[in-house]
């Protein structure tokens, strides 16, 4: 990773965006053809080991165009995708069954694939979509690759963007921050500050997918798998419970960085590599809150936040940290 002030950033740019009425059959359309010409890219590619683009274009190509009638540059970019997830799988000591694409989304290459133009985006093909918002703090960087996704109703575009690496300012001391299962508490010697987790409400949520599973379940059928209403309902409790955990991730990171780049502060955190593993030895209670917590998710954005805005960061070990004093090396005693 380049040191502070050098190399770049890669960042996604969230763009929430419609086509037009006469247009959204159309464009589902074109993305549920697209799904299934991935699958059957993916598939293909692993059976004849072709995964080099010329190859994939080759083998690929015609079938995309004919069998699935998907526009040019929106093939090209299909096995590309198709490649990139191929040599994924493959690489996986642990490998299953092929991967199977089910959501709605497609690879798009900027100025091939798709443009931004004013308040619209053209796609390959003849399709426009209307920009209802988006960031705006990021529009003097060249736009990249982007991700079109159908979910929930609505279309999203993520865009990728190049920016400039921050330097790194010289702190003035030292922020740090402890992560438990019901609390996260940053300070040092002179403040500290104390965070309840948003656990209970992801919880909630998680037991309310898991009873609606083991109502809807017997030892010799699961009637929850067969009936799609249920299953759906399942998968909203589930990612609400995801979603709770990644909203306050995002928004702890920030306010963590804030507070110490306000205080010309240097920001340490735990290595909880390797922590699943560790809690195969706890109660199923207990495990099951600090999984569903996602340490690692509050980790990567707080390395993030850091790197945005040019912040030093230290990962240290985590042993002895909660029964060691950092300045004397005494041990607490309860």
């Not at 989304?105 to 399709?127: F, I, Q």
């Not at 928004?251 to 502060?265: E, F, V, Y």
């Not at 850091?306 to 240290?316: C, N, Q, T």
């Amino acid at each position: 990773m380049p040191a502070g002030g050098e190399g770049e950033l890669t960042l996604t740019v969230r763009m929430r965006v419609s086509p037009e009425p006469e247009g959204q059959r159309a464009l589902l359309d074109l993305m549920r053809r697209h799904r299934d010409a991935l699958n059957y890219s993916i598939r293909r590619l692993i059976a004849s080991g072709a995964l080099s683009l010329s190859k994939a274009h080759w083998l690929l190509y015609k079938d995309l165009r004919e069998r699935y009638g998907l526009p040019s540059r929106i093939a090209q970019d299909c096995y590309r995708e198709a490649i990139a997830i191929a040599k994924s799988w493959l690489r996986n000591p642990k490998r299953g069954s092929i991967s199977v694409v089910k959501s709605l989304s497609m690879w798009l290459t900027h100025e091939l694939s798709y443009r931004v133009k004013g308040d619209h985006v053209e796609l390959a093909g003849g399709y426009r979509l209307r920009i209802i918002g988006w960031d705006r703090r990021y529009d003097g960087f060249p736009n990249r690759e982007a991700r079109l996704v159908f979910r929930d109703g609505e279309f999203t575009l993520y865009i990728t963007k190049k920016v400039p690496r921050p330097a790194k300012y010289a702190p003035k001391g030292v922020l740090a921050v402890d992560m438990n299962e019901r609390q996260v508490v940053m300070g040092n010697s002179h403040v500290e500050l104390r965070i309840e987790t948003p656990i209970e409400r992801a919880l909630h949520y998680r037991g309310l997918a898991e009873r609606l599973q083991g109502k809807y379940s017997s030892p010799k059928y699961n009637a929850w798998r067969r009936r799609r209403g249920i299953r759906r309902r399942i998968g909203h409790f589930h990612r609400k419970a995801r979603n709770i955990i990644e909203d306050w991730a995002r928004k702890m990171s920030h306010m963590i960085i804030s507070l110490a780049r306000q205080s010309q502060l240097a920001v340490a955190r735990e290595d909880l590599t390797g922590l699943v593993e560790s809690l195969r030895r706890l109660p199923k209670d207990h495990r099951t809150a600090l999984i569903a917590l996602g340490y690692r998710r509050l980790g990567y954005w707080l390395d993030w936040q850091a790197e945005k805005g040019g912040g030093p960061l230290f990962v240290v070990d985590p042993a002895g940290t909660s029964s060691t004093c950092p300045r004397c090396g005494a041990k607490f005693v309860e």
